[in-house]
Nanobody, 123 residues
Framework: LQLVESGGGSVQPGGSLRLSCTVS????????MGWFREVPVKEREGVAS???????TYADSVKGRFTISFDNAKNILYLNMNSLEPEDTAVYYC??????????????????WGQGTQVTVSS
């Protein structure tokens, strides 16, 4: 499996971005996917997760601002980010796991990872 992110960039506070993650290869029938972000000297933070039946969970810091979705026909994971804040600046990674989905954002439960895309929120 290969995951490739795109859509990162620079935006002013209050702006919006949409990240995409294209999945190549055979996906297990019971999969789940997530978005994580990382800044220097901090641990990788879970942002949002979605199961193969479209159940979702979000970090408190992004609830109401970010939306995760998965296009099954195209095998593309999305993260729509609105009302962006400087604190959202990070490298964003998509990830894929298989098995039983739980509403947590534990990075260790994900097996496959993309290479990351930079998001910068600054005036």
């Amino acid at each position: 499996l290969q995951l490739v992110e795109s859509g990162g960039g620079s935006v002013q506070p209050g702006g919006s971005l949409r990240l995409s993650c294209t999945v190549s290869g055979n996906i297990h029938s019971t999969y789940y996917m997530g978005w994580f972000r990382e800044v220097p000297v901090k641990e990788r933070e879970g942002v949002a997760s979605i199961s193969y039946v479209d159940r979702t969970t979000y970090a408190d810091s992004v609830k109401g601002r970010f939306t995760i979705s998965f296009d099954n026909a195209k095998n593309i994971l999305y993260l729509n980010m609105n009302s962006l804040e400087p604190e959202d600046t990070a490298v964003y990674y998509c990830a894929l796991g298989s098995g039983v989905w739980v509403p947590s954002l534990d990075a260790e439960s994900y097996k496959y990872w993309g290479q990351g895309t930079q998001v910068t929120v600054s005036s």
